[in-house]
């Protein structure tokens, strides 16, 4: 099939999703064109603070205000491959990333190197999992996790439930906190190790009993907004020195802003909000490579072993899908399950 002119795109308002119709970008050097099958919403970037921002805003009679195309990851079928690219070819599965490219469209052009190849037994719709994958990656990767520690996600939103399933994987022992019980539900149900509801529980004993009194090693901060009340009960969790500071590393991926005080000096904070190097790089997207010798974790090795681990059953994001909507019933769709925006978590558009 040819490249088609117009596309339809699924787009924000404050009255919720609407879909509206584009012209299709240019294939240009450095980028492949995909007949997009499924796309992944990542509500916490996208909508402004998540589902139940924009259920707000619809309830609060906002209004239709300008349209804003959204959407960074998806899956699909390469359908032509522009000068210079020669990993894909016409007919081949993909898997695409990237702001601004791998939109909720039917149609997508994508970097060559913001598009890994989908193995057979990975879906579409597993593999719009992609971007949010690569993220939790990354963070797990800047944080170092280490066989045998005790980590903590907080916030197990759909990086928060993957950056703690990797946690595992890595041999960590992992408890997840969240307010929304769905959440607890779907990650007891892929096996974390211990849940706890900080707006339930006394999330600090619970977890400091859970580490045996030893404390945590290492926290994961997979939320959004102010953290200025959840980060003071994650340094009250972490393993504490014999002068009586709280020692370990915490790593941030989501898009929570918190005070630093004087009790987090011994407390090592890293930034993590990105797929790992190469993205943002226009030369790199465009499929000028990294020598792997040097940087052999890149935002594309990392998409490549996210798929992999999908493959093999070791990453579970079957769990986390509560919502598969046609593109065309989305306005529908999501207007009816922003009733109830505790109930949805992963929506995958299929196209």
């Known amino acids: 099939m040819g490249i088609p002119k117009k596309r339809k795109c699924a787009a924000r308002c404050n009255a919720g999703i609407r879909i509206v119709e584009q012209d299709v970008p240019e294939l240009v050097p450095g980028t492949i064109a995909i007949d997009v099958k499924a796309s992944l919403v990542s509500p916490g970037t996208e909508l402004g603070g998540g589902w139940h921002a924009l259920a707000a805003a619809r309830d609060a009679g906002a209004g239709q205000d300008e349209l804003r195309p959204i959407g960074y990851s998806n899956a699909g079928v390469v359908i032509a491959a522009g000068e210079d690219v020669t990993r894909h070819k016409p007919g081949d599965r993909v898997a695409c990333i ?25 879906t579409f719709a597993q593999g719009s999992y992609a971007m949010l994958s690569a993220t939790a990656m990354h963070a797990i990767r800047r944080g170092e996790t280490r066989l045998g520690e005790r980590v903590a996600v907080v916030g197990l939103g759909l990086v928060g439930q993957l950056s703690a399933q990797l946690s595992r994987l890595c041999g960590a022992y992992v408890i997840g906190w969240d307010v929304i019980p769905l959440r607890l539900k779907i990650a007891e149900s892929w096996g974390i190790d211990a849940a706890v509801n900080p707006g339930a529980e006394d999330a600090v004993a619970k977890t400091r009993a859970w580490t045996n009194g030893y404390g945590l090693d290492h926290a994961i901060l997979a939320t959004s907004g102010n953290g200025d009340e959840a980060v003071p009960r994650v340094l009250d969790s972490m393993k504490i020195s014999p002068d009586g500071h709280p020692e370990g590393i915490v790593v941030v991926v989501g898009g929570t802003s918190f005070r630093y005080n004087a009790g987090m000096t011994n407390i090592d904070v890293r930034r993590a909000s990105r797929t790992g190097p ?74």
């Open 278 to 351: 190469g993205y943002h790089d226009e030369n790199w997207e465009l499929g000028a490579d990294y020598p792997p010798v040097f940087m052999r974790w890149s935002t594309q090795t990392n998409l490549a072993l996210c798929m992999q681990l999908i493959a093999e059953g070791r990453l579970n994001v079957d769990c986390l899908t509560t919502h598969r909507i046609p593109l065309g019933q989305a306005e529908e769709a999501i207007d009816k399950a922003l009733n109830t925006p505790d109930e949805m978590l992963g929506v995958v558009f299929e196209m």
């Open 98 to 122: 990237g702001a601004g490219y791998a939109m909720h469209a039917t149609t997508a052009i994508i970097p060559v190197n913001l598009s890994v190849t989908l193995p057979d037994s990975v």
